[in-house]
C-alpha cells in the first residue's frame, strides 16, 4: 500500500508543480510582500454549479469504452457555493471579533475545503453511480 502524506497545512512549504500553482504562490507572495493587512484564502478542487468534471470526461466515455482516471490523488471536491459562503461568515466575523481581525491585519492564510476525501476515480464513480440512479446521461455541451 503506497503511504500517502497528510494534508497540507497553511504553514507548509509551497512546492507548486505547475505553472498554474507557481503563479497561485507568486500571487500570495506579492501580497504578504506588500505589507498590507490580508486574508488569503486557498482552496482546491473547487467546482462550480454544473457537470463540470462529468463535461470534461463525457466526451472520451461516449468514444472509448474503458476511461482511466487516476487512483492515486486524494482531495474533497468542494463547491464555490460551499466557498462562498464560507468566505462570507469569515468576512463577517471581521466584523464583529477584533482577534479575527487583528490576525488579519497581521496577515494570514487559511485553506478551505469541504470535509471527507476521495480520488478522482473514486468521484467519477460516485457520479456514475449517481448518474445511473437519475438516468442521467452525459452528452456534449
Known amino acids: 500500500m503506497v503511504q500517502r502524506r497528510p494534508p497540507y497545512r497553511e504553514h507548509d512549504t509551497a512546492a507548486p508543480l505547475s505553472a498554474y500553482g507557481r503563479t497561485k504562490l507568486a500571487g500570495e507572495e506579492a501580497i504578504r510582500a506588500s505589507g498590507c493587512a490580508h486574508l488569503i484564502i486557498r482552496t482546491g478542487w473547487s467546482t462550480r454549479r454544473g457537470p463540470q468534471f462529468p463535461a470534461h470526461y463525457s466526451a472520451p466515455?461516449?468514444?472509448?469504452?474503458?476511461?482511466?482516471?487516476?487512483?492515486?490523488?486524494?482531495?474533497?471536491?468542494?463547491?464555490?457555493?460551499?466557498?462562498?459562503?464560507?468566505?462570507?461568515?469569515?468576512?463577517?466575523?471581521?466584523?464583529?471579533?477584533?482577534?479575527?481581525?487583528?490576525?488579519?491585519?497581521?496577515?494570514?492564510?487559511?485553506?478551505?475545503?469541504?470535509?471527507?476525501?476521495?480520488?478522482?476515480?473514486?468521484?467519477?464513480?460516485?457520479?456514475?453511480?449517481?448518474a445511473a440512479q437519475l438516468k442521467f446521461h452525459l452528452v456534449r455541451s
Not at 476511461?67 to 490523488?73: C, G, S
Not at 494570514?108 to 456514475?128: D, H, I
Open 61 to 130: 466515455c461516449a468514444q472509448q469504452s474503458e476511461l482511466r482516471i487516476v487512483d492515486d490523488q486524494h482531495g474533497a471536491p468542494t463547491s464555490a457555493r460551499l466557498i462562498a459562503q464560507i468566505t462570507a461568515v469569515m468576512l463577517h466575523t471581521l466584523s464583529v471579533e477584533p482577534s479575527a481581525l487583528e490576525r488579519v491585519r497581521m496577515g494570514t492564510t487559511v485553506n478551505v475545503a469541504a470535509s471527507g476525501e476521495t480520488t478522482w476515480y473514486g468521484f467519477a464513480s460516485e457520479m456514475r453511480s449517481l
